[in-house]
């Protein structure tokens, strides 16, 4: 019998019918949402239904040494979640409880298979919101949102997952079960292991369980300024004039050029005619009627041609054409999205980079970004033209890549703000962290995983 | 020659007058602002002014395994920033220069003696502020606020200190220097190292640098509400029920009977004539006067004798009778300052065991509360009549902090929600994180410090 037969075996004498080798599934499970494809063919996929499922599948793997790659609803943008080969996939997708909601205490139990926006309309009945938004809410898990430390649109004023984990329960490689963290607010005993545990793409145990915060829902009315300008340059000067005014709109998003033809393109709009950017700006809170006034002035005295509405309609509309970006570069092709994070006052030097770049090597970058954090999204579309047969990323786009990676770093940012290393990152990691934090992180890796079983492709 | 000779011998010839063997200096660097001594002599102090003199220490430290203790301004309450018997007393409380104020990334470059208020001046005039703050922000270190993750009265809505860090420069045991963090808001590469080293408390390395974020100084009128309740229960419910109506304030303190009692005899006023406990609220912000509104009716519903006040000087009054709880307890003999905290909704039965407990063991524990995050201080009073002719603390006062720390955990909470384990408290961490927790962290521990020379008597 085989190593893999005798897993198997295993497996399904312990599992049942949560595991599966169906070749359809397990040709599903090799990719996420980031157009990356692991090559091979995962083992198998177990879909645990309880943390004693998840305990099992890892003590089956550490008394055989198979790797285990956890996913949740594979909506990674990095690779970290796609199944590997010869792999275990573990989904925690069907774990998806919300298991309490203190109300007073303003915080959730979940299973970490609950979609993001799940738990935000469960709760909005009380007020309260779940403040983690990574453009797939809709369908992104809160397990998923953990292991990855996920962004969003609205970071800058409510932060990112971090700081809306209290306490996580975590399964360990050899299948012991941990707690970290807290139900109160603060606390400081020992390590943080729940921010350590917080974007380490299920490398060093599979999240099972999560204390959230929750937070209130602002107050008052939301207010939504649209704005053209002539350049993304110009744009960028705005939004960095909006923050040096000490005002922290909810969201503010940059859209250039590129985008914005892609747009048109897909809608059948004439934004790219209307100026050369768009910058979206949107306040809420109790004084987010004087600060999107304040925002305004500053948005027109800096060259932008501005509405502003606090119609909760046109606010959605003009909401949707930043939405519209990614469908409209998928519908030319399969899209890259990178995701490279600089102070924001590097914010229009980074958009002048992207562009050498995307000069330099021929190929068009739109891009996007989170002006109120400095976080960018250069998009490649990998198009009908510039695909190769095999499907893989063709090497002038990891060269592009590859580039803009140093330019952020060389301007003092980072090359994943939000979406993690996962593996299609990790021949950067280094470049970026330096060899000394790299060991030491390997070394971190191999306290909680010793035979470098979890997500062994991710990171490292 | 001892060792200790050629270690005095190495730093002499290495720190010059930067070392310090002054009886009188050792002694003094045995305690914090706890009221712990540690027991014996560290071996000498050393006040570093650059990473290079932090990095010269710890390489003949590792090389002889001398003990090393970091410390900042000493303020710390756990004893974690005692200089211990035999160690080297590392101090950075003289690197204390602002390097650099980045206003367009709202974000400091700061050596790790820069004293947390002297911040905050210094970027006031841009309209920024350092958030964290600690009680001890006038006379502590940032360096020390990182090492311990302080926390303070505004944590509820503005955050840790953790939430204030962006990265670190630190010095590994073995004198290399690392880089943690980013310049940038977002950033995903890698472990949270940045995050592992914030609440660390000295023993995994010494922090020489931090990149902090700052935040805009909230606008608006600053609102504040002083209110009398018959009981700390009915202040608690009350508080509870602010936190129920999903409002935020900036502040939101609670003042039991016990302290009221310790005020009045220090400062000669009637306070605690006026009700059994008083409970103090600020809002900040655009919408401080609505949402102050709004409290005032919550608190009055539930049965608080309540003023308003918008005038800063009346505020500053009230703000006033808060701060001057520690100095009326420290006219009665050394404090020892607790800090269990619970989640919110447990405050009250918090309140509850504390005074149970008090009674059990005769004590008097008054007790004040940052009520927006469920972080209590209760206080041991070490009166002439209680105290050990040792100067030790007494062991009926451990006995009543233990089972304090008991209740705490059983209502879902931990031992310390801000002053963090340091020595105090390191023989109730196991209980509260678990054993297999406990050993990962030490193993953590030993991935930085594998000779254990870090600041060894504290936490573990």
């Not at 399904?12 to 080798?21: C, F, M, N």
């Not at 494809?37 to 177990?46: D, K, N, R």
Request: with cysteine.
């Amino acid at each position: 019998m085989t190593t893999s037969t005798a897993v198997l075996h295993r497996l399904r004498a312990e599992l049942g019918s949560r595991l599966s080798t169906d070749p359809a599934e397990l040709q599903g499970a090799r990719a996420d949402r980031s157009g990356y494809t692991a090559p091979g063919m995962p083992l198998a996929i177990v879909r645990a239904e309880s943390i004693a499922d998840v305990q099992a599948v890892m003590r089956i793997a550490t008394e055989w040494r198979v790797p285990v790659v956890p996913q949740g609803a594979a909506t990674g943008l990095a690779g970290g979640g796609a199944g590997s080969d010869g792999a275990i996939v573990l989904s925690t997708a069907s774990m998806n409880r919300i298991l309490e909601v203190a109300l007073a205490d303003e915080l959730a139990e979940v299973e970490p298979g609950v979609i993001n926006q799940a738990l935000s309309d469960a709760v909005a009945q009380y007020g309260l919101v779940f403040s983690p938004d990574p453009a797939s809410k809709a369908i992104s898990t809160i397990g998923g949102n953990i292991a990855t430390n996920a962004g969003g649109l609205l970071c800058a004023k409510y932060g990112v997952t971090r700081e809306a984990v209290l306490g996580l329960t975590v399964v360990l490689p050899d299948g012991r079960m941990l707690e970290t963290g807290h139900r109160s607010i603060k606390g400081v005993t020992g390590y943080d292991l729940t921010a350590l545990f917080t974007g380490s793409e299920g490398t060093l145990g599979v999240i099972v369980g999560a204390t959230v915060r929750l937070r209130p829902i602002a107050a008052g009315t939301v207010v939504t300024i649209g704005a053209f300008f002539d350049t993304i340059v110009a744009a960028a000067a705005a939004s960095a004039a909006v923050t040096a005014a000490r005002l922290r709109p909810a969201v503010m998003e940059l859209i250039d050029h590129e985008a914005l033809k892609a747009i048109d393109a897909f809608n059948g709009t004439t934004l790219s005619a209307s100026g050369g950017a768009y910058l979206l700006v949107q306040t809420d809170g109790g004084a987010s009627v004087d600060e999107a006034d304040r925002i305004l002035a500053i948005v027109t005295g800096a060259g932008g041609t501005a509405e502003l509405t606090i119609d909760p309609e046109v606010g959605e509309r003009l909401l949707a054409v930043r939405r519209s970006v990614h469908p409209s570069l998928a519908a030319r092709g399969e899209v890259l999205i990178e995701d490279v994070c600089v102070p924001r006052s590097q914010l229009a030097a980074m958009f002048g980079e992207i562009e050498r770049i995307g000069a330099k090597w021929g190929l068009s970058i739109p891009t996007v970004a989170h002006a109120g954090d400095g976080n960018l999204h250069p998009n490649f579309v990998i198009t009908p033209e510039l695909a190769l047969a095999s499907g893989e990323v063709p090497d002038v786009v990891w060269q592009a890549a590859g580039e803009l990676f140093r330019a952020a770093l060389d301007l003092g940012g980072t090359l994943t703000g939000e979406h993690g290393i996962g593996v299609l990152k990790k021949r950067w990691l280094r470049d970026e962290v330096g060899t000394d934090s790299f060991d030491l992180q390997r070394q971190i890796k191999a306290v909680f995983d010793p035979l470098g079983i979890m997500n062994p492709g991710t990171m490292f």
